[in-house]
């Protein structure tokens, strides 16, 4: 099983400052990853798929890069509504796995 | 609009089965995969395992593998998923989500708002 790894566990950034969250993952994925924004009691939401392909709807100041076993998703300039969860998520080998998170908070 | 209705929270016993349904709407219902995950309290995301609505075969993580059952109802666009010999660390809120592509591995854009399960005496 591949294990992906994020860090930091929790970010604090003040709103309009630029976020860089990472993920790692134990073995290449190639470009097969996904990221996810979580808020209080709600659904993940899909971001970014195959490692940088902004999903339908998503604003441009999220961005992904990466491959193999590093990737990078950059909040460029945070808003209020960014403030959540963010997990990443390896689709290159069964089992799919997450990393643990990250949490994006107000500073 | 393409959703994904779950089934209301759900008290269950220990030892007992608990069954989640998913009802499908605004697309083609047999062409993407339907993954189910859970996340138990303050906790990440745990993949449990998948389903395809075309052809009804299902593929279980190694952990729920012999207490996982997941299956579909094509004329009503619903999927379920039960699982059984429940403990209190099965605690958890139960998802569905559709797969972005018609392939199994893949990223999921659209999720239900999930099913929350509780495993109390």
């Known amino acids: 099983e591949i294990v992906m790894t994020q860090s930091p566990a929790t970010l604090s950034v003040s709103p309009g400052d630029r976020a860089n969250l990472s993920c790692r993952a134990s073995q290449s994925v190639s470009s097969d990853l996904a990221w996810y924004q979580q808020k209080p009691g709600q659904a993940p939401r899909l971001l970014i798929y195959?490692?940088?392909t902004r999903t339908t709807g998503i604003p441009a100041r999220f961005s992904g890069s990466g491959s193999g076993t590093e990737f990078t998703l950059t909040i460029s300039s945070l808003q209020s509504e960014d403030f959540a969860v963010y997990y990443c998520?390896?689709?290159?080998?069964?089992?799919?796995?997450f990393g643990g998170g990250t949490r994006v908070e107000i500073k | 609009q393409v959703q994904l209705v779950q089934s209301g929270a759900e008290v269950k016993k220990p030892g007992a089965s608990v069954k989640v349904s998913c009802k499908a709407s605004?697309?083609?219902?047999?062409?993407?995969?339907i993954h189910w995950l859970r996340q138990a309290p303050g906790q990440g995301l745990e993949l449990m395992g998948w389903i395809n609505p075309n052809s009804g075969g299902t593929k279980y993580t190694q952990k729920f593998q012999g207490r996982v059952t997941m299956t579909r109802d094509t004329s009503i666009t619903t999927a379920y998923m039960e699982l059984s010999g429940l403990r209190s660390d099965d605690t958890a809120v139960y998802y569905c989500a559709k797969t972005l592509t018609g392939y199994d591995d893949d990223g999921f854009d659209i999720w239900g708002r999930g099913t929350m399960v509780t495993v109390s005496s």
């Open positions: 605004g697309y083609i219902f047999t062409v993407y995969y």
């Open positions: 998520q390896q689709c290159n080998n069964w089992p799919l796995t």
């Open positions: 195959g490692a940088s």
